[in-house]
């Protein structure tokens, strides 16, 4: 019964942001962008879970077209754009936080620890 109310392992998942990375403090976006390619580097799995957040684009895209399509009263690009963005943010800073950054963190650490 707790592996049902655990979603199959997710209730060890935790939100992690970028900020949270130890090597990530102290540095400035540049050298946090050569750490995010040094991590792809060394997890390539981490640019084909991108590649899946691009594809999660689609299914939002058609919602937020059906939405404007449906409910606004003469269609506009703007509002489109805007419906686009408040159901885009936080369904990718979700899967960015639940996904991506935890393999990136893994990914640095694994350099940053001696091997036996």
């Known amino acids: 019964m707790a592996e049902f109310w655990s979603l199959g392992g997710l209730r060890f ?13 102290g540095k400035t976006w540049r ?12 997890d390539h799995s981490i640019i084909w879970i991108q590649c899946l957040l691009g594809i999660l684009a689609v299914p939002i895209l058609l919602v937020s077209n ?14 489109f754009f805007g419906i686009y963005l408040i159901i885009a943010y936080p369904s990718f800073t979700l899967f960015y936080s639940l996904f991506i950054t935890p393999r990136i963190r893994r990914a640095l650490e694994s350099d940053a620890k001696p091997s036996a």
């Open 66 to 79: 059906w939405i404007v399509s449906e409910y606004a009263p003469h269609s506009s690009l703007l509002i």
């Open 31 to 42: 050298e946090r962008m050569v750490l995010r390619s040094q991590a792809k580097e060394r």
């Open 13 to 25: 998942m935790k939100l992690e942001r970028e900020r949270d990375i130890p090597a990530f403090k």
